[in-house]
Each structure stands twice: as C-alpha cells, then as structure tokens.
C-alpha cells in the first residue's frame, strides 16, 4: 500500500479523473474530500463489508423457514409467475446527486 | 426454462422472470443469474433462487411495501452498469434476512438490489446513506412468519 503524508487542502490525484483532498483532522477522524467522475462509485469500505455480511446471512435464514413451514415450501411451481409478480417499477427515485466533491469521514489519515 | 433447485425441487421459471447480476451479489460474486418467484400465493415476499447453485435462495421483498419513503439516489456508475435510462425502468428490492430461530426479520435497506425491468440485468448497490441500515426490522412479518401466516 502507498502511504502518503499530506497537509490540510494538499491533494492525491489518482489518474486523470480522481483527486482526493485532505479537507481537515480532528482527532483521529480525517475529513476527505474526493472529487470523481459521476460513473466512478465512491463508497466507504465498511458499508461494503457489511453488507456482504448481511448477504450471507439473508442466505443462511431461509433455511430456517423451510423447518417451520416445510409443508407449505417445496412445491414445484405449477404456473410461472406473471411478470406482474415481479416488483414492479416505480420504486425507486433517482434524484441527481448535488453537484461538487463527495466527502468520506475515515478515521485513518494514512490510507 | 426449468430450475433445479434444493429447496423447491424441479421448477419452472418464465424466461421474464430471470435477472442477471452485472456484477454478483457481494459475498457470491460468481453467482450472476437468479429467478424470481412468488413466496406464495397473494405473498409480498419473493424468493430469488439462484439458477447457478441450487441451495441459494433469498427471501426479497419490495421494499415500498413495507418503506412507503424509502428512495434510493443511483450514481450515474450504477445507473450504466445497469444500462438503465429511465427511473421508471427500475425496480428494487431488498433482501431480508431471518434470524435462526425465526423471531427477527430484518430488511437489508443499505444494499437493496436494482432491476432494469427492460433488459432484466440488475445490480447490488451499497448506499451511503445514514437513513438505511443492513437490518430494519420488520416486526409485523416477523409474527407473520411465527404464525405461519406469511
């Protein structure tokens, strides 16, 4: 890993596209500004790692349903379900995100 | 098209009732192609069944059912992952989790799962957004599923 030491307001550009900037430090807590391009997903490491705890677990549970119901689970399907079945759209919102950097609190300066 | 599954046995499935990930689900990333299928008759829960590996299934519900102001704000990377052009065109659904002994359900809000309805490809993506944990609890299908009445 390249560890860099930086001052507050010097940046880290990673390729053309990505500039990370020290935006300030409390603590241990390092406020990071990250200016990207829209189709680069920024997101924070922890985030990522728990949801594929949660995925792991989401597919562990079910095996406790088929105990407590298996009478009503195992059926073959008869009739394929109707495109009406599936979640339909309409749920979802995609708002534009506010213009300007993105910033992620770490709490490792070093990273 | 027809599914082998551990839970369900042999199953047939629509063609239109298949998405495929982009990327696999985090934690099964060589899993791409899942089928959607009604947890029962007038259910609000759907399993998604791997085609690729016969004993994963998740229970999935949309999660507007029961998160009447739950929205998601798609990056524009998720948005061409997805080749998705439209609002409209998107569905979500949220994987729930059930503890062992069957007495918590919780909803995984944080990273709900996105179908481009037109071409079937879907996605997960992990929110960053304060409001959507990975385990919102549903106490209402959690006596359901108690009950039986799921």
């Known amino acids: ?111 | 098209m027809i599914v082998e599954t551990l839970r369900f046995g042999r199953i047939e499935v629509p063609e239109e009732a298949v998405v495929t990930l982009v990327e696999g689900m985090l934690g099964f990333p060589a899993r791409r192609r899942f089928c959607l299928f009604p947890y029962g008759p007038g259910s609000a829960l759907c399993w998604m069944q791997s085609i690729e590996d016969q004993g994963l299934a998740f229970l999935v519900v949309e999660p507007h059912q029961l998160f009447p102001d739950y929205e998601v704000e798609l990056s524009d990377a998720h948005a061409a992952a997805l080749e998705l052009e439209r609002p409209e065109d998107a569905a979500l659904l949220a994987l729930l989790t059930i503890s062992h002994d069957a007495r918590a359900v919780t909803a995984n809000l944080a990273g709900p799962i996105v179908i481009n309805l037109r071409s079937r490809k879907a996605r997960q993506v992990v929110l960053d957004d304060e409001r959507y944990s990975t385990k919102h609890l549903l106490a209402s299908i959690g006596e359901a599923v108690r009950e039986g009445r799921i």
């Open chain 1, 1 to 111: 890993m390249l560890v860099l030491t930086r001052r507050i307001g010097q940046v880290i550009k990673i390729g053309d596209e990505v500039e990370i900037v020290l935006v300030g430090v409390q603590g241990e807590q390092a406020r990071i500004g990250i200016r990207a391009p829209r189709r680069v997903a920024v997101v924070r490491g922890e985030l990522v790692e728990e949801v594929t705890a949660e995925n792991r677990a989401a597919a562990e549970a079910p095996e406790v349903l088929t105990r407590t119901r298996g009478e009503s689970l195992g059926r073959p399907l008869k009739q394929g379900p109707r495109t009406a079945d599936i979640p339909s759209a309409g749920a979802s919102s995609r708002k534009a995100q506010s213009p300007g950097e993105r910033r992620v609190s770490s709490t490792d300066t070093s990273s």
